[in-house]
């Protein structure tokens, strides 16, 4: 058996997407440990994080299928960006994004549908590449469903280390229409995509 760690993600509209990579390009006075891209370092919203059996990997992908046939989203908001320091007093800004009752409902969703498969018994062999993972990325994955799940989940879409420091006019509207189950790299960073499920959309 192999286990890997993994982030089950929203996946935002390609424009928002692009949009994050642009900000992650032009962050000031940060490092280069999350470059985000569209293909493999994708920007998204964290739904739940854990380990699994990779063998799991078509289970999941059909659960989450079922989740995102009953869970319909309407229009989500970026407010603005925060700015917060990891353990090594490292700024990371973020995208903050309103919390809606859908968010939070298919959030809450994802935990309970994903809580026979996953464990949070997590070790450095189980993030993706090869390099010596930060000592926060294991520690997200461990206590994610204590510290950041439920009444604790704050939506967001990570930016990078370092500050944002060109002007930007918030709110920005964007709809995300795709679920997916991630490889979780350092720094909690979404990988490799192992599965992926449609997500309705209201028109709202």
Partial sequence: MTQIAIDV????????????????????????????????CLPHISLAMGCMERCQTDSIGKTLTAVARDCVLDELTITGIVTVLNAAGEPNSLFAVAKTRALQTLHERIMMAMEPYMSREVTADMIWGDDEPAPSTPAWVRDYREKAA???????ITIGYGTVAEPMTFPIRFVARQIALCHLGNHCTCREVLASAAMPFSGR
Avoid: M, Q, T
Avoid at 18 to 23: G, Q, S
Avoid at 150 to 156: C, K, R, V, Y
């Fill in 9 to 40: 993600a929203l996946l935002p509209e390609a424009r928002i997407a692009r949009l994050a990579i642009e900000v992650n390009r032009k962050l000031v006075g940060g490092g280069k440990g999350i470059v985000l891209d569209e293909s493999a």
């Fill in 150 to 156: 439920f009444a604790a989940f704050f939506p967001h």
